[in-house]
């Protein structure tokens, strides 16, 4: 079985330009996760999803940021204008309700 | 204070050894904790689940203490395989995860 599926892998953009990065949950999960990694502040929670609807956005960091999950198979990040900032690995991570969540393999992305 | 706490190492130990890793948490109403592992420029995977009675998988061994707010992991026999970064993670309710750092652990022959 496929598992969490995020594209690109690597992105690589300059200062000001929109980036838009995918995941493809498990089949059958229902809740949808995005999380940011640095060194500095470790794995946090962005936003995340419950049967498609935004449960709790607390996480995103300023209005730069927005996601949609506009169906039960795909989800997007966007950010616009993107700054030097926001270079991290982003992971998506899907789960069935309450149980184990499983991590896509992450977008690194560098800002110039 | 940061809702979950660890120690961030590096633990640097010889193939064998036995390794104990702490966590603290800052919410009394957490209502479910694990331990996930990540290895260098991977995503994080579930190691396993830490119950109230404490519990074991091979050679690892969770325990968690609600009074005192406070999670470990043990492992013992440590291999090779086992170098990676462990991460405490809490669950207030809901489906989001609150994760710790990591505290990374390097094992060497």
């Known amino acids: 079985d496929a598992g969490v599926i995020q594209s690109p892998r690597h992105e690589v953009t300059e200062m000001g330009q929109e980036v838009t990065l995918r995941c493809k949950p498990i089949?059958?999960?229902?809740?949808l996760f995005w999380y940011r990694q640095t060194m500095m502040r470790g794995l946090e929670l962005l936003i995340y999803?419950?049967?498609?609807?935004?449960?709790?956005d607390s996480g995103m960091p300023e209005d730069r940021f927005s996601a949609k999950m506009p169906n039960a198979s795909f989800s997007t990040l966007k950010i616009q204008p993107s700054e030097p900032r926001d270079s991290a690995v982003y992971f998506c991570?899907?789960?069935?309700?309450?149980?184990?969540?499983?991590f896509g393999p992450g977008t690194r992305l560098t800002v110039l | 204070r940061k809702e979950v706490e660890q120690d961030p190492g590096p633990f640097n130990v010889p193939e064998g050894a036995t390794v104990a890793f702490n966590c603290t948490y800052s919410?009394?109403?957490?209502?479910?904790f694990f331990w996930y592992r990540q290895d260098c420029r991977k995503e994080p995977k579930l190691l396993m689940s830490v119950y109230s009675s404490g519990n074991e998988d091979g050679r690892f061994t969770a325990q968690l203490n609600r009074a005192s707010q406070y999670i470990s992991l043990l492992i013992r026999d440590s291999k090779l395989s086992d170098s990676a970064t462990y991460l405490c993670?809490?669950?207030?309710?809901?489906?989001?995860?609150?994760f710790g750092k990591g505290t990374t652990l390097s094992v060497s022959s």
């Open positions: 919410n009394s109403a957490s209502q479910s």
């Open positions: 993670v809490v669950n207030m309710g809901g489906t989001a995860l609150i």
């Open positions: 991570a899907s789960s069935l309700e309450f149980y184990e969540q499983f």
């Open positions: 089949s059958g999960h229902n809740s």
């Open positions: 999803f419950n049967n498609n609807v935004p449960i709790d």
